[in-house]
């Protein structure tokens, strides 16, 4: 009978509990949220697409490469070393192709950090919110331009100016000053905007202690804006950098086509980019010196932009100026 | 031109208050911030602003040395004075006005940069003269900061505690040699200790400078200052100054109810 009674209890009880807890339990179970998996799948997708691409283009760039410098006449001492480019008849110096990339790199660059960086300050520290207004989407504007429409200002403006300026018997018609001036141009936004974003990152508290101490306007945006900003900026010019080197349609337009070992900007010297642009323009014969070498100097502009990527990281996370 | 050179004696011991408030509104946009502030600071004395979230201290403060220029849409009518000398003359340039008035600010701002930097970065440009080694030291010591940081000099300043970093951002202020030092709640990042650091710093200088702080902690303003300011807001959110008085009046015998309600913590 007292069994009968306490089980009877325990029946009234218990289930009201095991249900209570049970609810509890269903309330906290891990739900299966589709739309969450779907989109995670396709970010990992975005992101293994760009890795897979790259992996892709390194291994068809080393793979022809091999082919290149797997020839008997190639040596990679001559490749690195020689100043003659012929691969047709036997010249493997690809220097000339690397002095004009340089030249047209080191002219574009004259022109885009200091001015990149001064247009950024002065957008960042001195800019009335209008005169922010105007000039930010003008500048987007020739962020905008076709490289190419860059190349035939290059020769149809540029070129004749400094013909106008240096004499026309010491400007030849292609040259490489002329396409790096205009690189330089086109790569004054992005330079510019990098640097923008890197100054502006600038907690105000900072501008305010220098203001507080009497400085300028000058004083702070250069002494405490800037070295703040510093690896933001860093990383900005090595971009340029990057951009100037693999930039092709304005050198091929007007830095000359044919290589021309030579350290006057005043003549025409063809720069690696162009002189893939130009072979790979023509008819072009599988597993022909002209063929396989351009796949040579692409491996080789590769290696450039990627040292320089390495260098830039490794100047910003010396050079950072931690702000919290 | 400010007819005034730092550190001649014959203008602080001249029978005049080192800054004066005289008539002054103060507005962003169309909006009123602070209305009609009248108010004499002592040289040599702490003054402490207090008053509710919203009243316009922060504001009143910026304006001494025209921190506020830097906000879109903002003027002051009236005028703050100077030795006599209106700090919002056409005439006047800002920068030189915060040479003279310095700023400590709510949260410690030290430049990413050494300890030492820190201290010589405002003494530089404003072409201090002297050693600057003896000047970075002598103004470290002055923030009662040198002991702890003597050896570490090169080391970067935001590897410093927030009261050192806050006492460090005290000597920069110091080795420009202004003669107002402004402090917009220097202590309401810190904990108690360093608050209590900060605040004897504040008591040791005050010898040598003017000290005006505004401050949310009215034990602080009951502790640290000779004077208080007591600020609130009109009906319209206007900030007005209620009463100003010795630091023992304001708290002990406050003639105002507005005054009374808030230091006995009925209001705000």
Redesign the interface.
């Known amino acids: 009978m007292e069994h009968e009674i306490s089980k009877h209890l325990v029946r009234q009880t218990a289930p009201v509990v095991t249900s209570s807890q049970e609810a509890l339990a269903s309330k906290l179970r891990m739900r299966f949220r589709p739309g969450e998996t779907l989109i995670m799948g396709f970010l990992f997708v975005c992101g293994a697409i760009s890795i897979a691409t790259t992996l892709g283009i390194v291994f068809e760039l080393t793979k022809e490469s091999l082919l290149f410098f797997g020839k008997p006449e190639v040596k990679l001492i001559d490749f690195l070393t020689k100043t003659t480019w012929q691969p047709s008849i036997g010249n493997f110096g690809v220097l000339p192709l690397v002095t004009a990339t340089a030249m047209t790199t080191f002219f574009a660059m004259l022109i885009s950090l200091p001015l990149g960086l001064s247009a950024a300050i002065y957008l960042s520290e001195y800019a009335s919110?209008k005169a922010r207004g105007i000039l930010k989407p003008v500048l987007e504007i020739l962020a905008g331009i076709p490289t190419v429409v860059y190349g035939y200002f290059a020769l149809t403006f540029m070129t004749p100016l400094l013909r106008l300026i240096l004499g026309k018997e010491n400007v030849q018609i292609y040259n490489t000053l002329s396409a790096g001036l205009v690189m330089g141009i086109m790569i004054l936004p992005l330079v510019c905007s990098m640097s923008e974003d890197a100054l502006s990152a600038v907690?105000r508290?900072?501008r305010?202690?220098?203001?507080?101490?009497?400085?300028?306007r000058l004083?702070t945006a250069v002494?405490?804006v800037v070295?703040?900003a510093f690896s933001g900026i860093i990383a900005a010019f090595i971009i340029g950098i990057s951009r100037a080197v693999g930039e092709t349609m304005i050198v091929a337009v007007a830095a000359g086509s044919g290589p021309n070992f030579t350290f006057n900007p005043l003549k025409a010297a063809e720069t690696m980019t162009g002189y893939i642009a130009r072979i790979s323009g023509g008819d072009l014969a599988y597993d022909t010196p002209d063929y396989n070498s351009i796949f040579a100097i692409g491996l080789m502009l590769f290696v450039i932009t990627l040292s320089l990527n390495i260098l830039s990281r490794r100047l910003v996370s010396r050079f950072r100026?931690?702000?919290? | 031109m400010i007819n005034y050179e730092p550190n001649t004696p014959n203008l602080s011991d001249a029978n005049h208050n080192i800054l004066e408030v005289k008539n002054v509104s103060m507005y962003y946009g169309s909006f009123r911030a602070v209305k009609d502030l009248n108010l004499k600071i002592q040289p040599n004395k702490i003054t402490a602003i207090i008053g509710p979230s919203g009243c316009g201290k922060s504001t009143v403060l910026r304006a001494f040395n025209r921190m506020n220029d830097f906000v879109r849409g903002y003027h002051l009518e009236g005028e703050i004075c100077f030795h006599n000398q209106n700090l919002y003359a056409p005439e006047v340039d800002p920068v030189q006005v915060r040479k003279m008035i310095g700023m400590v600010f709510q949260k410690p701002n030290p430049f990413p940069k050494s300890i030492y930097e820190n201290v010589a970065w405002g003494a530089r440009i404003n072409g201090i003269p002297g050693n600057m080694d003896d000047i970075v030291e002598q103004t470290l010591r002055q923030a009662a900061l040198w002991d702890e940081v003597k050896d570490d000099l090169r080391k970067s300043a935001l590897a410093l505690s927030g009261g050192q970093q806050q006492r460090l951002c005290i000597a920069r202020a110091l080795a420009v040699k202004p003669e107002i030092i402004l402090m917009d709640e220097p202590c309401s990042a810190l904990d108690p200790i360093a608050t209590l650091k900060i605040e004897d710093l504040m008591r040791e200088l005050s010898v040598n400078y003017t000290i005006i702080i505004v401050t949310h902690n009215m034990q602080q303003a009951a502790r640290a200052s000779d004077y208080t300011a007591f600020f609130t807001m009109d009906p319209d959110r206007a900030g007005v100054m209620v009463e100003f008085d010795t630091t023992t009046n304001i708290f002990t015998n406050p003639h105002d109810k507005r005054t009374e309600d808030y230091i006995s913590g009925r209001f705000g």
């Open positions: 919110q907690p508290s900072l305010e202690a220098a203001y507080g101490l009497g400085a300028t004083e002494r405490v070295p703040a100026e931690v702000y919290e």
